[in-house]
């Protein structure tokens, strides 16, 4: 087990390598440059921003910088948010005076005064969150929806449960989005139509400091519009995975040895079932993250989502390099951690 | 103790035999389930509705979807009202529009069933580039196996880190912005002419086609897997066909199956996804209407005129509600075992 995690981690790094290789081709093989302008700047300051930033150099000295910028630590005297060079999104003290900086993804070229660590630092929380939130919501609403069709085949719950996952799967979040707008913000005046109830700093670098009312009335119309067709997914898989479930011969077995059918159900067959849920709880928080940047564009929530559009429209090449591994990131960890999360839910399954 | 009911079940099974014996092939087979599923038909004559109303769409709507009366912006029909009350009071009428028109004075309607065309055809040509690729890649990654097979479906496992809707756009920016201005006679410049008059949707297939291929891969693979080491392989193996000849004659059409459902489970997601593009303005070039962009323009006054959004919007649901019903139905009568599982 612990050489699959490790070999498994290695892939994972030659995998976010791989992908931010190809990013960084890719944007530079768009044409134009981050400080191109409708009014041509002069020549000599575009080669000064050049010289400043780095973009003077060749394009493999280039990537070295980010790699060597981005994976190597280093100790530094001046104090975190200083300096817009010598940032990093780790800073630890490790005496008076002197920082271990880590992970260092460059500055933004569009908004001069702030680096991609500072937008990571303030901005990923929130999309973070509402990734989290919504999930609790596909969990919530489509677990019991599945879990009450399979147990009630071809019943009029069945048929319920499985209508509200096709309504589910068929809604997106682009037509849901503006649809509660229109319900509860406009009409109704129930919730805010825009913003978000948290402000950086954040518990422990992501949490909301607090889970008020102003917090909760600001997640709940992103989060239902982007869970709810993840929980048409999650309602689909756990009926057809119980029903597989309940007809294997250790159910019967079960059953037959008198247990009452509430043991039977809870500890033998929903414990079995939610394997394939778990499988898929990775991708799917994946999918999430990266569709929060639509729902935050409906929303008007001030997450990471509208950097990742803008940052190609303006050539900001730290800021479409760091936004795109940090995706990647979250999409190979989740992949990572549903893996070990299976083999330990699954005794048989072994990875060698 | 044999009862009468009993002779009555065991009698009535040669007559299901004998019924089966009419000679049906598979696909007669699965198309009555299909047909036998309500859902499915459904599905299908919303689809057929909707393949009319994109092909015939100069026919149906009242006027063409880039006329702008500049002075009937934001017009709302009188029936909106009773529908809409709290549009009263500052709204614009004018019954000319049946479903208003939108900040520029074009007609909803007409842009609506417009629309259509640019959905429908992500619908189809969607599933056709990823089967194209995917199918080819996984089924010679599975049929030749070994390292060729490794080092082909790594290839595949790193491109499944990217996240997709965000390479998409990435390469969405590439192209509209490469070959916005390319050499005459260059093959990029044939690519961007074609484009501008597709109204921006090639690039959309191609950018659809770059990252929906690799689930079709895994899947061609899976399956070529499964029955390459079959007998009636072997036998065409000893009797001298070529490689060609065995993948194309002997092994496609033999997991045909799983894969047309899996596209047509698929349909759902590009119709989603050229909505997106469509929503964050990378999507086809205005004035071509596209729901996502019709949704995306209807949410900025969505406070004030709810129609502009909320019309193109449930035409974008109704759409994905007839994808899912009939992909659904398709996977019950293709493969009854797979019923319920995705």
Request: net charge neutral; proline share 6%.
């Amino acid at each position: 087990m612990t050489r699959f995690v490790i070999r498994r981690t290695m892939w994972m790094f030659l995998v976010l390598l791989v992908v931010s290789g190809v990013t960084f081709v890719l944007e530079h093989s768009v044409p134009g440059g981050p400080f191109d302008q409708e009014k041509a700047l002069p020549q000599e300051i575009i080669d000064n921003l050049n010289e400043r930033y780095h973009l003077d150099e060749s394009l493999p000295q280039q990537y070295l910088r980010f790699l060597n910028d981005v994976l190597v630590p280093h100790v530094s005297t001046v104090p975190p948010g200083n300096s817009l060079q010598d940032s990093a999104v780790f800073n630890f003290e490790i005496s008076d005076g002197r920082w271990l900086k880590w992970m260092n993804f460059g500055p933004s070229y569009a908004s001069r005064s702030r680096t991609v660590n500072d937008i990571i630092r303030d901005q990923l929380p929130i999309s973070a969150q509402l990734g989290v939130f919504a999930l609790l919501v596909a969990l919530v609403v489509g677990m019991p929806l599945g879990i009450m069709a399979g147990l009630r085949q071809n019943t009029v719950w069945d048929y319920m449960g499985m209508g509200v996952a096709v309504f589910g799967v068929s809604v997106p979040v682009i037509v849901l989005g503006p649809v509660l707008v229109w319900i509860f913000g406009v009409s109704l005046k129930w919730l805010p139509t825009n913003g978000w109830g948290a402000q950086p700093p954040y518990l422990l670098g992501f949490l909301p400091r607090e889970l008020d009312a102003n917090f909760i009335k600001h997640a709940i119309m992103p989060s239902v519009a982007l869970g709810l067709g993840s929980s048409a997914i999650i309602a689909r898989l756990t009926r057809a995975s119980l029903l597989q479930v309940v007809r294997e011969d250790y159910i019967r077995t079960a059953r037959a040895k008198g247990l009452v059918e509430r043991v039977v159900i809870l500890r033998h067959a929903m414990k079995n079932s939610l394997i394939p849920v778990v499988t898929i709880l990775g991708p799917l928080f994946a999918a999430l993250v990266t569709g929060t940047f639509v729902t935050e564009l409906i929303f008007g929530i001030p997450g990471m989502g509208k950097y990742f559009v803008t940052s190609i429209t303006n050539r900001d090449y730290p800021v479409i390099m760091g936004t795109i591994l940090l995706y990647a990131m979250f999409l190979v960890v989740a992949n990572l951690v549903v893996d070990v999360v299976y083999a330990w839910l699954d005794p048989r399954i072994r990875y060698s | 103790m044999a009862t009468e009911a009993d002779f009555l079940e065991a009698g009535s099974e040669p007559r299901l035999e004998q019924e089966a014996r009419k000679g049906q092939s598979p696909w007669v087979d699965s198309y009555r389930r299909l047909v036998s599923n309500r859902a499915a038909v459904i599905g299908g004559v919303l689809v057929i509705i909707l393949v009319l109303m994109a092909v015939f769409a100069p026919l149906i709507a009242p006027r063409t979807f880039s006329e702008q009366v500049l002075v009937d912006n934001n017009k709302v029909p009188g029936w909106i009202l009773s529908v809409f009350p709290s549009m009263k009071g500052y709204a614009p009428i004018s019954n000319d529009y049946l479903l208003g028109a939108d900040y520029v004075g074009r007609d909803l309607l007409s842009r609506i069933i417009y629309g259509a065309r640019v959905s429908l055809a992500v619908a189809f040509v969607g599933p056709l580039i990823s089967m194209l690729v995917g199918v080819t890649y996984g089924s010679i990654s599975g049929y030749f196996g070994g390292r060729l097979d490794n080092l082909m479906m790594r290839i595949v496992d790193v491109m499944y880190a990217f996240p997709s809707l965000l390479f998409i756009i990435l390469l969405m920016a590439f192209f509209r912005s490469t070959l916005a201005k390319p050499e005459p006679g260059s093959f990029s410049y044939v690519l961007s002419s074609l484009d501008t008059k597709m109204g921006g949707m090639l690039f959309i297939f191609i950018g659809i086609g770059a990252t929906a291929w690799q689930t079709m891969a895994r899947l061609t693979r899976g399956q070529v897997l499964s029955v390459r080491e079959k007998e009636y392989v072997e036998a065409a193996h000893a009797i001298g066909a070529g490689n060609l000849r065995i993948m194309t004659k002997h092994i496609l059409p033999n997991i045909v199956g799983p894969l047309v459902v899996a596209e047509t489970l698929a349909i759902p997601t590009y119709i989603l996804t050229e909505a997106f593009l469509s929503f964050i303005g990378l999507g086809v070039n205005p004035p071509t209407p596209s729901w996502g962009a019709m949704i995306s323009d209807g949410s900025q006054v969505v406070r004030s005129y709810p129609n502009q959004a909320l019309f193109p919007a449930v035409a974008l649901a109704i759409t994905m509600f007839a994808f899912n019903f009939l992909g659904d139905g398709l996977r019950d009568a293709l493969d009854p075992r797979l019923r319920g599982t995705h």
